[in-house]
């Protein structure tokens, strides 16, 4: 079988009010799944530029990098190719946009506390980088 490698970058957007933080997380239009934002890293983009980029595509708001999150590798098939995907993820605090200005490849984007979003995620890779989002936006409680 052929392969391939896939780098991508995304991120986890929040806001803050009061002691509540929401995360803005999407539903895939292809797998019906919970999802983070991310997207394919363009020659000569920064994993950082890439995350902002996709954030603003996939949900239709703007953010502003805080924090790398680390990464997440998983392999998949398409097509007959083996694919290993590497994901670079980022804590983006939200500035501006809405989430009903999301593209067509989301079905739909939604905002909830993140305990919620934890639960709501299709996939435990997702899940753990939600988890160290919060680690990060809530020290004391870690």
Not at 104 to 126: N, Q, T
């Amino acid at each position: 079988m052929k392969s391939r490698d896939e780098i991508s970058a995304g991120g986890v957007v929040y806001r803050r009010d009061g002691d509540r933080i929401d995360v803005l997380i999407c539903k895939d239009a292809g797998y019906h799944k919970w999802v983070l934002p991310k997207g394919l890293v363009n020659s000569g983009e920064a994993f950082e530029q890439t995350a902002a980029r996709e954030v603003e595509e996939e949900v239709g708001v703007k953010g502003q990098v805080v924090a790398p999150l680390g990464e997440e590798r998983y392999v998949y098939t398409a097509r007959d190719v083996r694919v290993f995907k590497k994901v670079y993820y980022y804590l983006l605090e939200y500035v501006s946009g809405s989430e009903a200005d999301h593209d067509h490849e989301m079905e739909e984007v939604r905002w909830v506390p993140i305990d919620e979003a934890v639960d709501l995620l299709g996939y435990k890779g997702a899940k753990d980088v939600l988890a160290r989002a919060k680690a990060l936006l809530t020290p004391g409680e870690a």
